[in-house]
């Protein structure tokens, strides 16, 4: 599986960003999808994940009420709508996939695709 990510930035706070990331390849419509974020000098954290029929969502608490993850099942394509983003939004955001909604954590993640920086000014 292949995951090719996009649409990171330079914005200010308070503004609004969307990051893409399209999965291909031998039965990449069958992994549960997600972002992680990573800030220098801090570990991968968990941001949003989504199932693989687009139903089963779940947010990180940092995260919750600003940004959504959502899926496109015709094209395997996973967004992550990022609302009143603030600076400590910045970081280096990482799409990935996982065999189950229960295996979206760092450790256990399958395919993990390149990383695209979200910086947030204030």
């Known amino acids: 599986v292949q995951l090719q990510a996009s649409g990171g930035g330079l914005v200010q706070a308070g503004d609004s960003l969307r990051l893409s990331c399209t999965a291909s390849g031998r039965s990449a419509s069958n992994y549960a999808m997600g972002w992680f974020r990573q800030a220098p000098e801090n570990e991968r954290l968990f941001v949003a994940a989504i199932g693989w029929a687009g139903v089963s969502k779940v947010h990180g608490d940092s995260v919750q009420g600003r940004f959504t993850i959502s899926k496109n099942k015709a094209n395997n394509t996973v967004y992550l709508e990022m609302n009143s983003l603030k600076t400590e939004d910045t970081a280096v955001y990482y799409c990935?996939?996982?065999?189950?909604?229960?295996?979206?954590?760092?450790?256990?993640?399958?395919?993990w695709g390149q990383g695209t920086q979200v910086t947030v000014s204030s």
């Open positions: 990935a996939a996982a065999q189950t909604m229960t295996d979206m954590t760092a450790r256990r993640i399958s395919y």
